[in-house]
């Protein structure tokens, strides 16, 4: 009987985690508000209340790229070793952007009360890296690297992806 409760309890957790990354994986696409900033899928875009930038305009503007790591205060070694991997892809691959101002590292623990506004801004279902372009201060869009997930045990093919995200926002940038 007892066996029978363990094997209800594991294949219950394994049912809540493959809902848990299906919602990640595609029905968070279809879910938003037109409050919440702009998810994309590709290279950066504007989000819908900031029109984007013009040639001379973006000569001007002040753009900065953000690369957040959100987390939780209850953190897995699987958690930590995704910071530490987009930590160093981050800083260790864009010595010169982070020199300039271009681009900056965050890491935000949103079970604290002050960043939970973090979660609904982003859409998070989990730990997760957003790719966040401000202009002038002001956030003209974002994107959540959902594939660290499935990498987060190839660290080469880690640190690659997120250089290829990084590098593609701040061309895009510039």
């Excluded at 984007?52 to 900065?64: E, L, N």
């Amino acid at each position: 009987m007892k066996l029978k409760g363990v094997v209800e309890g594991v294949l219950l957790a394994f049912v809540c985690a493959g809902l848990v990354f299906l919602w990640i994986t595609e029905g968070g696409k279809r879910f938003g508000s037109d409050a919440a900033p702009k998810a994309v899928t590709g290279l950066p875009q504007a989000a819908p209340e900031a029109p984007g930038p013009t040639d001379a305009t973006r000569q001007t503007a002040s753009t900065k790229i953000i690369v957040y790591y959100f987390h939780g205060s209850v953190r897995c070694a699987t958690c930590l070793n995704i910071e530490d991997y987009a930590r160093e892809a981050v800083l260790t691959g864009f010595p010169d952007a982070i020199a300039a101002g271009r681009l900056e590292w965050r890491t935000v623990d949103v079970d604290e009360a002050e960043n939970q506004h973090f979660v609904q801004d982003y859409k998070l279902a989990t730990r997760s890296l957003v790719v966040v372009e401000t202009r002038d201060g002001k956030q003209t869009a974002w994107k959540n690297l959902f594939a660290i997930w499935d990498l987060v045990d190839d660290r080469p093919s880690f640190t690659s992806y997120v250089h290829d995200e990084v590098r593609a926002w701040l061309e895009n940038s510039s």
